[in-house]
């Protein structure tokens, strides 16, 4: 998973004047990062043919990015994830809003676990298995736990010093997977699904998704840069297009150099074709930067998912037994019942092998985001009569439309995978 929103807003808001390259470095560099790591392996049961899923993919998130570009600017808001439904359609569905996005915070925090665990498992091999895998994934999310209660500087320093490092396994696997393509095995591992594409691809995009979350940060994009009407929206688009680039062009790589069948079973695919390609000493380097990134990622995903929690307490949506509403003090609470619900999740998510587990996780928390998107969608609807231009507002109902519809069917096509 990406960035979390809370996570952009903050850096947005501690700067000023962002020109459109700078706020879309800022909008792609929310999505690039760990979500990608275990892909591949997951991808690995349809073959290369998921590159058409990663294009129908990039499509529709750039409508949905174009969603949130518009709300970004029409009505700037911190908390637009909740704030655009409850406002624009009904309270109960800021409520909605706010609870999909909770409960994909705390499934998608065992994901990302599962990832680190994947490369960890590079290093220590004895880990592979579901219960070694279970216990793995726990003492992960637990020491996260630890970090965040410690104190909110430490979990930043450990996200802010893995941001650049979470890069090199993407870069190298792009560079040394190129230069070994072998355009047999890409052809080879088309599509090993046994389903028509019409059927394999489909299915797959939810799984994709999962690599874009992160791009409704357009909304917080309007207070940092300058000419928002004009910067936000190609700050949006253009971070969407650069994500999408970058996630094609490291799944082409990494299945132009390993079969489809042994991808599948790889759990750290990124490091694998560094190591066919470069040797295994290489293959660790890129497997320790992929932990490190993980490791970080996660440490800023605690944080913010019991930051949601509180907000949600703060709102009435969750019993404030439950939390710390009290914003000057540390949200104990919150986290403790984050690290709670991570660890129910990884008990009742638990699978034969590692990809299975990461994919039931990451497919229920995309399914939830998209739900918050298809409200959102919805909203724009109902806010474009704001926009002067009778031309422009029937452009914004007609993506809202499409893109709230892109997400359905999204939804459906992957309950009839």
Known sequence: MSQALSEANGTLNRTRGLGPISAMFLVAGNMIGSGL?????????IGSASLVGWVIASVGALLIAGVFATLGVIRPSDDGLVRYPAD????????????AYWISAWVGNVAIAIAAVGYLEVFLPQIIGPIPTLIATLGVIWALVIANLVGAKLVVRISASTLVIGLIPIVAAIVLGFARFDPQ??????????????KAVPGSLVLIFWAFMGLESATVAAAAVDNPKRNVPIAAIGGVCLAALVYTLATAAVMGVIPAQALAKSSAPFAEVVAHVAGPAAGAIVAACALAKTLGTLGGWVLCTAEAGRAGAASGYLPKALSEVRADRKPVRDILLTAVLMTVAAFVTLSPTLIRQFNVLINLAVLLVLTVYILCA?????????????????????????AGGFCIWMMIASFGH
């Open 37 to 45: 790591f275990l892909l591949p392996a997951s991808l690995a049961a």
């Open 88 to 99: 624009a359609l009904h309270p109960f569905f800021g409520f909605v809003s706010w609870g």
């Open 185 to 198: 095995v890409f052809a080879a591992s088309w599509n090993v699904s046994g389903h028509p594409l019409a």
């Open 378 to 402: 919805m909203s724009l609807v109902r806010f474009s009569g704001a926009i002067e231009s009778p031309r422009l507002r029937g452009l914004a109902q007609a993506m809202a439309m499409v």
